[in-house]
């Protein structure tokens, strides 16, 4: 039984940093990157679309990504809808193709993008300690109603206390390689 609580946190643990991976994918390092428009929709005839189904998405060179739309009167919706995402990417197109040219950053921006990734980190420690406390309440119910012993209970909570531990690691993992990646001239 204890096998199931902790199979059962360790899959939510997962989830957990891959949420952050996906969170950190949309943040702007100064590299072109297709994921930094993800949460943007078109109105593509009436229906709400992601870019990447009304346009073609490429990464040419290390600082532009080209969309080339499959409709050439969806340009000027696409500018408009890039402009209001607030990314401070301003489009330019040559009536078939829209460039954005992502400007290097500062080192203060990048200072403040690293401020920000250590605040998304920290929320998903909080989000993995949290899990931690559902599985020790979840197993506490099993030894209060009989179904484990006093010492399942305490072999399992060292078990549940390594796995977090592990999980941080992973997410402080995560923050490292992103940190170098946004620090990266």
Known sequence: MTKEVIKDMKAHMEK?????????????TGRANIALLDDIRIDY????SPLSQVATLAVPEPRTITLQPWETKMISVIEKAIMNANLGLTPTN??????????ALTEERRKEI??????????????ARNIRRDANEELKKLEKNKQISEDD?????????????????KIDDVLAHKEKEVMEV
Do not use: C, F, H, W
Not at 96 to 101: P, Q, T, Y
Not at 114 to 127: D, P, R, T, Y
Not at 153 to 169: C, F, G, I, M, P
């Open 16 to 28: 957990t940093v891959e949420s952050l991976r996906r969170e950190y994918q949309k943040i702007r």
């Open 94 to 103: 040559d009536g078939k193709l829209i460039r954005l040219n992502l400007p």
């Open 45 to 48: 005839y009436g229906t709400p």
């Open 153 to 169: 209970l305490k072999r399992a909570e060292k078990e549940v206390q390594d796995v977090t531990n592990s999980y941080v690691a």
């Open 114 to 127: 690293v401020k920000q990734l250590k605040k998304m980190a920290e929320e998903s420690k909080v989000a």
